[in-house]
């Protein structure tokens, strides 16, 4: 059966929430101290102590959505530590990660500097675990309030005299783990204290957001749903990928098919896992309110040989492509209830975009990922039909193309492709049905590799770059729009309206 896509032009709805390509950055390792934060003394180029070449290249991602300082961090992360002068902050212990002691440089006024350099919105984890309400609720009045008051004088005799626009909070991060080790029960109740105290200050909104289920622990979210989604905006999920298991999750350049295959396999039960906890929320919420929240997601392997085993550095290969594009197309296709999706993480750390090495700063294939799929931010999500060959090893299969489509507001349909089989080359026939004026104005680019490990180096910094379509890999025939895709590739392709 030839793979065939179909794709009604005339019947979106749903409109792709741009924060599904947010992005996630924590106290762990480099992420923040040597990948955005440099200081104001260093020779690296900077603006305020945050690093300029870091800054630029997020910023053709079109970052919308920025979650910081954890993670794990966050429930130790007391903020007052992080504001004042800087020779005047205390130094603590990052006791989740590595042991290192950290001088607080960075804190809530270098985070909210970050986001408006990025273009991102914040959002902010508070601290439930080790944090009182008192310390949560003066954290969102010294950000959000513009009158006389104990925390917004504070802030002024910080060097800040308005106040910043902070949409979304965090209530707690794993509160099942790392934050608290607490029963769902417990947990609901917290939450429905610690939320109390988030207030809206003026004209800012919060976007409250509930430490929701670590993978498939549906419980969780039955309980949280239950006694307390009143309460929410949003409910997060958390769920990581990798080879093996928790204890040896895989190298991330060293592989072969068989891992290559099992990766991609579990990273698409992301849908599994989307609709059975959106299945849930369904029953307390069937109007769809409360957004689905993935604020942790992405790959996880064993740390680089020679680093810190704290510091989750890894590679990323065009493994990790793969798994970015398959699972940004699942959350495209349940923007009715996904609302918000922060990949882990931003610089240096896990499944990263970026990757520093003093001076010298790479994009990794995830990255190029991003930038391609970033057509899609604000579009409305365009109903397809797929017929796919599978892509098999031994007994086990999985498909071999996915696609994602949606249309923006100059009437542009912009397509994602996903090709899983590394042996092979693919075919695709797609149609565009219901377009006022179907197009052959076609424009692409694919990313692809002579290697399913093929990364990039700081030494070899385009191993894996995308590339525009060769002659004969996107035409049309007969209204059709013919691709062929290499073996284990993504695309993106850009259907124009005639003049």
Same mark, same amino acid.
């Given at each position: 059966?030839?793979?065939?896509?179909?794709?009604?032009?005339?019947?979106?709805?749903?409109?792709?929430?741009?924060?599904?390509?947010?992005?996630?950055?924590?106290?762990?390792?480099?992420?923040?101290?040597?990948?955005?934060?440099?200081?104001?003394?260093?020779?690296?180029?900077?603006?305020?102590?945050?690093?300029?070449?870091?800054?630029?290249?997020?910023?053709?991602?079109?970052?919308?959505?920025?979650?910081?300082?954890?993670?794990?961090?966050?429930?130790?992360?007391?903020?007052?530590?992080?504001?004042? $002068?800087?020779?005047?902050?205390?130094?603590?212990?990052?006791?989740?990660?590595?042991?290192?002691?950290?001088?607080?440089?960075?804190?809530?006024?270098?985070?909210?500097?970050?986001?408006?350099?990025?273009g991102a919105a914040p959002y902010i984890c508070g601290n439930v675990g080790s944090g009182t309400v008192q310390e949560m609720q003066q954290w969102v009045e010294y950000c959000t309030f513009a009158d006389r008051s104990p925390m917004a004088d504070l802030?002024?005799?910080?060097?800040?005299?308005?106040?910043?626009?902070?949409?979304?909070?965090?209530?707690?991060?794993?509160?099942?783990?790392?934050?608290?080790?607490?029963? $769902?029960?417990?947990?609901?109740?917290?939450?429905?204290?610690?939320?109390?105290?988030?207030?809206?200050?003026?004209?800012?909104?919060?976007?409250?957001?509930?430490?929701?289920? *670590?993978?498939?622990?549906?419980?969780?979210?039955?309980?949280?749903?239950?006694?307390?989604?009143?309460?929410?905006?949003?409910?997060?999920?958390?769920?990581?990928?990798?080879?093996?298991?928790?204890?040896?999750?895989?190298?991330?350049?060293?592989?072969?098919?068989?891992?290559?295959?099992?990766?991609?396999?579990?990273?698409?039960?992301?849908?599994?896992?989307?609709?059975?906890?959106?299945?849930?929320?369904?029953?307390?919420?069937?109007?769809?309110?409360?957004?689905?929240?993935?604020?942790?997601?992405?790959?996880?392997?064993?740390?680089?040989?020679?680093?810190?085993?704290?510091?989750?550095?890894?590679? *990323?290969?065009?493994?990790?492509?793969?798994?970015?594009?398959?699972?940004?197309?699942?959350?495209?296709?349940?923007?009715?209830?996904?609302?918000?999706?922060?990949?882990?993480?931003?610089?240096?750390?896990?499944?990263?975009?970026?990757?520093?090495?003093?001076?010298?700063?790479?994009?990794?294939?995830?990255?190029?990922?991003?930038?391609?799929?970033?057509?899609?931010?604000?579009?409305?999500?365009?109903?397809?039909?797929?017929?796919?060959?599978?892509?098999?090893?031994?007994?086990?299969?999985?498909?071999?193309?996915?696609?994602?489509?949606?249309?923006?507001?100059?009437?542009?349909?912009?397509?994602?492709?996903?090709?899983?089989?590394?042996?092979?080359?693919?075919?695709?026939?797609?149609?565009?049905?219901?377009?006022?004026?179907?197009?052959?104005?076609?424009?692409?680019?694919?990313?692809?590799?002579?290697?399913?490990?093929?990364?990039?180096?700081?030494d070899e910094g385009d191993a894996v770059t995308p590339r525009a379509f060769k002659d004969g890999e996107a035409r049309w025939e007969d209204g059709r729009l013919t691709l062929t895709l290499p073996p284990a590739s993504v695309a993106v392709v850009t259907l124009s309206p005639e003049a």
């Amino acid at each position: 059966m030839p793979n065939t896509l179909i794709v009604n032009a005339d019947q979106g709805v749903h409109v792709i929430n741009p924060n599904i390509y947010g992005h996630f950055a924590e106290h762990l390792g480099r992420c923040i101290y040597e990948g955005f934060w440099v200081g104001e003394d260093g020779s690296i180029p900077h603006t305020r102590g945050i690093r300029n070449d870091v800054v630029e290249a997020l910023r053709q991602l079109n970052p919308p959505v920025l979650r910081w300082p954890g993670g794990c961090f966050a429930d130790e992360y007391h903020w007052m530590d992080g504001i004042g $002068p800087r020779e005047n902050r205390p130094s603590i212990v990052n006791t989740h990660w590595g042991l290192v002691t950290e001088n607080n440089y960075f804190g809530t006024h270098e985070f909210f500097d970050l986001c408006e350099m990025l273009g991102a919105a914040p959002y902010i984890c508070g601290n439930v675990g080790s944090g009182t309400v008192q310390e949560m609720q003066q954290w969102v009045e010294y950000c959000t309030f513009a009158d006389r008051s104990p925390m917004a004088d504070l802030r002024r005799k910080n060097g800040r005299e308005e106040p910043w626009k902070l949409p979304y909070f965090g209530v707690g991060n794993e509160s099942w783990g790392c934050g608290g080790n607490m029963r $769902p029960e417990y947990y609901a109740d917290e939450y429905r204290r610690y939320q109390t105290y988030v207030r809206h200050f003026g004209d800012n909104k919060v976007y409250k957001i509930a430490c929701g289920a *670590n993978n498939a622990d549906y419980e969780w979210t039955e309980v949280l749903m239950r006694q307390a989604s009143r309460y929410m905006n949003g409910l997060s999920l958390h769920y990581y990928t990798f080879a093996g298991d928790w204890r040896h999750k895989g190298s991330a350049t060293e592989f072969d098919e068989a891992e290559w295959f099992v990766t991609l396999k579990k990273s698409l039960k992301i849908e599994e896992l989307v609709q059975r906890h959106g299945g849930v929320m369904d029953r307390y919420d069937p109007e769809k309110r409360v957004g689905l929240i993935v604020d942790e997601w992405g790959t996880w392997w064993d740390v680089e040989p020679g680093t810190n085993p704290g510091f989750l550095y890894q590679q *990323n290969s065009l493994r990790d492509a793969l798994v970015a594009g398959l699972t940004l197309n699942v959350f495209n296709a349940h923007c009715d209830r996904v609302q918000m999706a922060n990949i882990a993480q931003t610089v240096n750390v896990l499944q990263a975009m970026v990757l520093t090495d003093g001076p010298r700063m790479l994009l990794t294939p995830t990255y190029h990922v991003f930038e391609m799929w970033k057509v899609h931010q604000g579009g409305t999500l365009l109903p397809l039909y797929l017929s796919s060959d599978a892509y098999a090893r031994g007994d086990d299969q999985i498909p071999a193309l996915s696609a994602s489509a949606s249309k923006d507001a100059a009437g542009r349909v912009h397509l994602t492709l996903c090709h899983t089989d590394p042996t092979r080359s693919a075919t695709l026939s797609c149609e565009l049905r219901g377009a006022s004026s179907p197009s052959s104005n076609v424009a692409g680019r694919v990313l692809a590799a002579g290697a399913i490990n093929a990364h990039n180096t700081f030494d070899e910094g385009d191993a894996v770059t995308p590339r525009a379509f060769k002659d004969g890999e996107a035409r049309w025939e007969d209204g059709r729009l013919t691709l062929t895709l290499p073996p284990a590739s993504v695309a993106v392709v850009t259907l124009s309206p005639e003049a």
